[in-house]
């Protein structure tokens, strides 16, 4: 039996509802979840999917129905998450930096029944989308201090919705079972908004068996032990959270910590020491900095020992990176450096019992790939999307190539397009996009092909590197996905604004260059009293002040992750015969980049 034929196996028939009832039954008083200085064991984290389940039913949930959650990282996040998949709904998590207008969106192509709130922030947001929304049923609000709008008996608090959900689960424990036991692996399971290349958000709907066989197939070439310690810090909106958080974590009965503040996650792994961890390269990029600062205040015998002892363990992954085994000799030298040297800094960052470091989202910066290899730290790139549920190639301790992304994990297929797109095929494969009638639209060719919209190649030993996007979406360094075209659309959309390109593709935050109209902008600027040229106009302090205004205007209608944090007004004209055009005026962004690379490098100093 092939590898991929035994992971198909140890799916098969699985379902989430099924891998939480087995957890509770068979190791009921182990740790499942920790958060907000709680634990829960497996059987009081189902009683208590239980109760919220029976009281979600209660409201109006039903199978089938979509729920939209908009709420920190916190227990009663994976409680609402997992007791809408035990009704056979549909839970969604949005991301908290969504604006009221795209809330709307969401809210309205989803047809969402009920919507999940933690406090007064997201309520804010949510009141004027609720007030003309019909389709929504009910409203939860954890926070039992925030006031409600009044006369709306849609609202219910969380407190509420729990005791009524507890009796009625007490008083008749087989509902709930009867609830889950019609569900099947090939049923729908959970929801999530990505963007396209427009800025539309689409709605990627995964499957039981999706879940569970990227949690069979990433434990196959990462093998976890049952019951280990993990740390959840992303996300639920983001797909590599709720895999390796939730699905991943049921399959292996994962004990999770909770760390709700992203910028927290270096302390909470000193604290739970997890053996296996996935960041995205802000992370990496974070912890780098951190330990270089600690490391250059040693004493200077301490240092050399230290840079011995990276020396020699670079090495070792250099040779490995490229396929050649390290010499006996050297590795008893580094095997003894790391147990006097290396493994007691990879203890300060709670990271000494690692044995599976990850990244993905954004290619990994090489300097910091290098630094944390030379420390013991391995940290192996991925590839994946939200419509393959993560990841869907991997680099492994004993297979990897530096730069690559991997090669396929088991049952996974990839073919190129004559363009050098990236088509993917296997179990990992999303049902579809839910579509505005609440169907899922297949988005695979008749033999199961998605197009990722990724541009890479594939070497001879099976290693996929990825050099481009096919679309220009541009991914962050804390692995958001941005839409470009949508943020310059609303920057465009002033008079004084000929062209915008948005920057930010591995970068912390996003910047844009701005070229103003060479037609309207002048006419602005007489009305303002302004004269000159549009260099002088570039400069111009009323223009500047006038373009901050807009930028205010715009980052209010994006989300936190596509705002604007800096900008540059360019003082020449953009045309097809300057470079920056093509011949039918759309934006050659490869050209801006280079040409404008100092002016970019300004942006991020």
Known sequence: MTIAAECAAAADGLTIPGLLARNAREQPQRPALSGNDTTLTWSRLRDEVAAVARGLAGRGLGAGDRMMIMMSSRPEHWIVDLAATHLAALPCTAYATLSTEQIGFVAAHSKAAVVVLEGAAELDRWTPVLAGNTEVRAVVVLDPEVATPPGDDRFVRWHELHAEGTALHRADPAVFERCWAHITSDDPLAMMYTSGTTGDPKGVVLSHRNAVYEAVAVDRIAPTPDGAPSVSYLPLAHVAERELGIYRALYKALHVSVCPDAAQVVQTLAFVRPPAFFGVPRVWEKITTGLQAVLARQAEPQRELLARAQELALHAFRLRGRGEPVPAEHADRLAEADAQVLRPVRAMLGLDELRWASSGAAPLPP???????????????????????????????????????????????????????????????????????????????????????????????????????????????????????????????????????????????????????????????????????????????????????????????????????????????????????????????????????????????
């Open 367 to 605: 300097h910091v790939l290098e630094f944390l290899a030379s420390l013991g730290i391995e940290v192996l790139e991925v590839w994946g999307m939200t419509e393959t549920t993560g990841c869907a190639t991997a680099n492994t301790a004993d297979a990897y190539r530096p730069g690559s992304v991997g090669r396929p994990v088991p049952g996974v297929e990839l073919r190129l397009g004559e363009d050098g797109e990236v088509f993917v095929r296997g179990p990992v494969v999303f049902l579809g996009y839910l579509d505005e009638s609440g169907e899922i639209a297949r988005a695979t060719d008749d033999e199961g092909w998605l197009a990722t919209g990724d541009i890479g190649w594939i070497d001879d030993d099976g290693y996929l590197t990825i050099t481009d996007r096919k679309k220009e979406l541009i991914i962050t360094a804390s692995g958001k996905n941005i839409a470009p075209a949508k943020v310059e659309g609303l920057l465009r959309a002033h008079q004084l604004v000929g062209h915008a390109v948005v920057i930010g593709d591995r970068k912390p935050y996003l910047t844009a260059l701005i070229v103003l109209d060479e037609e309207t902008a002048p006419g602005w600027a007489a009305a303002h009293g302004i004269t000159g040229d549009l260099g002088e106009l570039a400069a111009h302090p009323k223009v500047r002040a006038e373009l901050d205004v807009l930028l205010t205007e715009v980052n209010g209608r994006l989300a936190r992750a596509e705002q604007i944090k800096r900008y540059e007004v360019l003082a020449q004209p953009w045309s097809a015969e300057s470079g920056e055009l093509t011949p039918t005026l759309k934006l050659k962004r490869k050209a801006v980049q280079e040409r404008y690379a100092t002016d970019i490098d300004s942006l991020y100093t």
